[in-house]
């Protein structure tokens, strides 16, 4: 199989999905003329022309907002915001507009809306360029929300959210845009909303990684299986709608849960699937479960502070290790969340 | 209800079926209104509702304007802008009774009523939310290459949101067919526009975004009917958002949730006293469009129409329990 980038990966599925359907446009700030500021709507103006790649002034609730009227009227709008924390000026339009406008209207509209937001922690840009709110959004009924890990997962799943007719917040991380893998050929590759990958198998302990934190992951299984310890590792892909079956199957087998994500701890992701797993698969667990998320502060800048903030490695491993507590015995370094500042 | 006047042509000598037909829209708007205040003091209403009582001549004269194929964004206060478009005001008052057979099935009030059969995407319980939802449905029909114009309705408080800036300055730059109608009746609940505004007139914001604007009298239904037709053509022909403002006054408070009144008593009865519906009653007698038994024949049509959609309304069951857990997704 051919090898291709995530962020060209995602240009492909936009490209493609332009193609096969009229009505879907795209517009944001610099998604035109210098093809976004990513990289990932490169040469759209120039194959579809002004109309149907729009560059925006800088004014995120009437570009939210635009989408959600084009999307009543019957377009199909794909819109992007350049830092995932942009949108927090365009929350009034996504989470008392798109995503309630099926239900208080008693099923009358349907919102095709696509949502495009990078997640940039890990290249210093501070606490206004490094968010990642994904809970925000999972919190809110009406809203599908999706963070792809790997380029064909990004291609599939945008393509996905593109033929979905529901508003959906497509999380992509910065770093991993240029991460390469490989990508079927085919214009129908899809991946469907909803359903989870197994991305490693392993019988001792289950890891679920979100976006950034899967090939983290997945490169400590591989270190830990030198240590004998196998892990699984599964990536969600839909935070929400979430496929809760393949997380209870694994946990069923290895009787231990690590749970990754890149928001903050408190109130996170992590926290909600911790819940999840508690009530539907409490009895299958053999040790409590762990949660590997971003301290509680505002991301700094300083490569040392940010590192100290951040989802790393040996976050990982030593949760997997404190998560086998039972088998190996106490480890050295014990997994404590990351320090909070009170 | 005939929908003849939002279909009609825009022929400058206007026929006298279209001006009495404005008539009676004006009047089956504050029958509806008033209903819901006795509706509302036997405890039928779950929820709120905003009054339109005293602006009837906006909605009425801005929505003569539309086609079949144009769009129109409503307000927390859009009973009006509903009925002048054609909505069904049994449909109507069941939503405001939160019925099953109500636009939105009950889920949605008197704040989230849509007809997007009849290019009515919403009134929004959101000050200024409505604006740019407007400014997209002007992009989207021209991606789908169709001649519709959006009629983008909001009050005086919307002009203090950022999206009211956002939009207006989106839509300029890309010269959409919208129509910005900004309802100024001079209060924001209990907010003066002369305190909450630094412009007096929120018309002279057009020039910040170099688009149209004209001041209008909300209380003369000719009046607005010229001036949003004016705007509308100019944006069927491609050249862009126009701003209108149209001054006029809520008689109700806030909502009829809202029990403390600060506005001067004075004030609400000289504005009483410029009620649009007995304005435009006398001139219709005075051109000889209508004789006052003719009129008296509309208002008791009214009251008829009126009294079968309050029927339709309460004969309509709560919605079923179940139907609370249905359709948050496509």
């Given amino acids: 199989m051919r090898t291709v980038s995530y962020a060209e990966a995602l240009n492909e599925a936009l490209k493609e999905e332009m193609r096969r359907d009229a009505l879907v446009f795209m517009m944001g700030e610099d998604v035109g003329k210098m093809g976004g500021l990513f990289k990932v709507t490169q040469g759209l103006l120039e194959e579809f022309g002004p109309q149907r790649v729009i560059d925006t002034p800088i004014s995120e609730a009437a570009i939210a907002g635009a989408g959600v009227g084009s999307a009543l009227v019957g377009t199909r709008p794909v819109i992007e915001f350049q830092f995932l924390d942009f949108i927090t000026i365009a929350m009034d339009q996504i989470v008392n507009h798109a995503a309630k406008s099926r239900y208080m209207t008693g099923g009358m509209v349907s919102l095709p809306l696509v949502i495009r937001a990078p997640v940039c922690a890990g290249i210093g840009l501070g606490a206004q360029h490094s968010q990642s709110l994904e809970a925000w959004f999972v919190h809110v009924p009406g809203i599908k929300v999706v963070m792809p890990s790997t380029p064909a997962d990004a291609k599939g799943l945008l393509k996905s959210a593109i033929r979905d007719n529901n508003p959906i917040l497509f999380l992509e991380h910065r770093l991993l845009y240029a991460q390469t893998g490989p990508v079927p050929e085919e214009t129908e590759h899809l991946v469907p909303l909803g359903l989870a990958e197994v991305k490693r198998s392993g019988t001792d302990v289950t890891v679920v990684a979100t976006g950034r934190t899967v090939?983290?992951?997945?490169?400590v299984a591989s270190s830990l299986s030198a240590e004998g310890i196998e892990v699984e590792v599964i990536d969600p892909r839909t935070l929400k709608p979430l496929d809760t079956a393949t997380i209870v199957r694994s946990v069923k087998k290895t009787n231990r849960l690590v749970i990754v994500n890149d928001g903050c701890r408190t109130c996170g992701y992590a926290a909600e699937l911790m819940a999840v797993i508690m009530e539907e698969s409490f009895f299958d667990l053999d040790a409590p479960i762990q949660r590997v998320c971003a301290a509680d502060v505002p991301m700094p800048v300083a490569a040392a502070l940010q590192k100290a903030v951040m989802v790393s490695e040996e976050d990982i491993a030593t949760a997997c290790r404190v998560a086998m507590v039972d088998k190996l015995g106490r480890p050295g370094n014990p997994s404590e969340p990351k320090e909070t500042q009170t | 209800m005939k929908r003849d006047a939002t279909r009609r042509g825009r022929s400058p000598d206007l026929p006298p079926d279209t001006l009495l037909e404005w008539y009676r829209q004006m009047c089956s708007i504050r029958a509806f209104e008033r209903e819901i205040v006795s509706l509302n003091k036997a405890g039928l209403i779950p929820g709120t509702a905003h009054l339109y009582i005293g602006m009837e001549a906006i909605a009425v004269g801005a929505c003569a304007s539309m086609k079949r194929e144009d769009f129109l964004t409503s307000t927390h206060r859009g009973h009006g802008h509903?009925?002048?478009?054609?909505?069904?005001?049994?449909?109507?008052?069941?939503?405001v009774l939160g019925r099953s057979d109500g636009y939105c099935r009950g889920k949605g009030g008197s704040m989230h009523i849509t007809d997007i059969s009849l290019g009515m995407l919403g009134a929004d319980g959101i000050v200024g939310g409505g604006i740019p939802v407007a400014v997209g449905a002007g992009l989207g029909t021209r991606l789908k290459g169709g001649r519709s114009v959006v009629f983008c309705f909001f009050g005086e408080g919307a002009c203090n949101q950022g999206s009211f800036h956002e939009s207006l300055n989106m839509a300029a730059i890309y010269r959409l067919p919208v129509v910005f109608i900004c309802e100024n009746n001079l209060w924001a609940l209990s907010g003066p526009f002369a305190e909450m505004s630094a412009v007096g007139s929120i018309v002279d914001r057009a020039a910040s975004y170099e688009m149209p604007g004209e001041k209008v009298d909300g209380n003369d239904v000719e009046a607005v009917f010229r001036a949003v037709d004016k705007a509308a053509s100019r944006a069927r022909k491609g050249t862009g958002p126009s701003l209108l403002e149209c001054l006029s006054y809520r008689w109700e408070g806030h909502s009829i949730f809202t029990r403390v009144e600060i506005r001067p008593q004075q004030e609400i009865e000289e504005w009483k006293r410029r009620d649009p519906i007995e304005r435009y009653r006398s001139r219709l007698l005075e051109r000889g469009i209508a004789t006052p038994s003719l009129l008296q024949r509309i208002d008791l049509e009214?009251?008829?129409?009126?009294?079968?959609?309050?029927?339709?309304?309460?004969?309509?069951?709560?919605?079923?329990?179940?139907?609370?857990?249905?359709?948050?997704?496509?």
Avoid: C, Q
């Fill in chain 2, 82 to 95: 509903a009925i002048a478009r054609g909505l069904d005001p049994g449909r109507m008052m069941a939503e």
């Fill in chain 1, 215 to 219: 090939p983290l992951a997945l490169t």
């Fill in chain 2, 302 to 330: 009214v009251a008829a129409s009126l009294d079968s959609a309050v029927n339709f309304a309460k004969n309509s069951p709560p919605p079923d329990k179940a139907t609370a857990f249905e359709g948050v997704y496509s």
